[in-house]
């Protein structure tokens, strides 16, 4: 039962991203093409996910436990280091290169494309890299 | 700057966006975790008891979702123009990227961004920002 809302949340998730247009890497560059043939719209995409993940979190604030029982694993990390600069550059460089990030790369291969198996095995790679050196 | 109105879709971005809100809210209101996926991904990679399931689960959601979609609706374009070792480097530099700056879109982007949490802030600036310039210099100077 506790896993089914897991997979529910998943599920929504992952059509959200497909209505969104997020699952389609080449609208994600013209996103990122600000000197080109420029598309807003996944400026949107985050405008219409951020107020009501913000009610969730106020609301979760308000609790100690989750409606299941669990705790809440709220991050409790402020300091600002140089880590989150580099991760978000390098993270940024490869997004930009393919237009694909983690959550669409996991639809797309819902999808069936090759090209989402390749990127998704190579962005597991590079997170087992930094799980053997990056620490 | 020149807005390519044509393929513009302000409704269905907007649409799209409230769905990943509410399902942050399911994933965090039934299990009090954020819905930021490269830490729900990386987290499989190191099997802890109990920590297997929710993860799985959500990740399968995810894979499923275009199937699910597909059955009542034509699934909408969707185009990978980046060659094969574009895609591997690619792929490499989102994994270790993610891990190393402890977030991606989802997590510092949307959660983070929600939370007003400072770090989120700074790791989405940071991968904003070089999306935008990696972009430009493969397009407009390179011109890949």
Known sequence: MHTFFALLAGLIFGIGLIIGGMSNPAKVLAFLDLAGNWDPSLALVMGGAIPVSAIAFYWAGMRRKSFLGHAMHLPGTRNLDKRLVIGGILFGIGWGLAGICPGPSLVLLGTGAWKALVFVAAMLAGMWVFEKVGK | MNIDWVNFTPYSALAGGVLIGLAIAVLLLTHGRIAGISGVVSGLLHRNKGDTAWRAAFVVGLIVAPVLYGIFSA??????????????????????????????????????????????????????????????????????
Do not use: K, N, Q
């Open chain 2, 75 to 144: 699934l909408p374009e969707s185009r990978v123009d980046a060659s094969w070792p574009l895609l591997i480097l690619a792929g490499l530099l989102v994994g270790l990227g993610t891990r190393y700056g402890s977030g991606c879109t989802s997590g510092h982007g949307v959660c983070g961004m929600s939370r007003l949490s400072p770090r989120s802030m700074l790791a989405t600036a940071a991968f904003m920002v070089a999306g935008f310039v990696t972009v430009f210099v493969v397009r407009h100077l390179i011109g890949l």
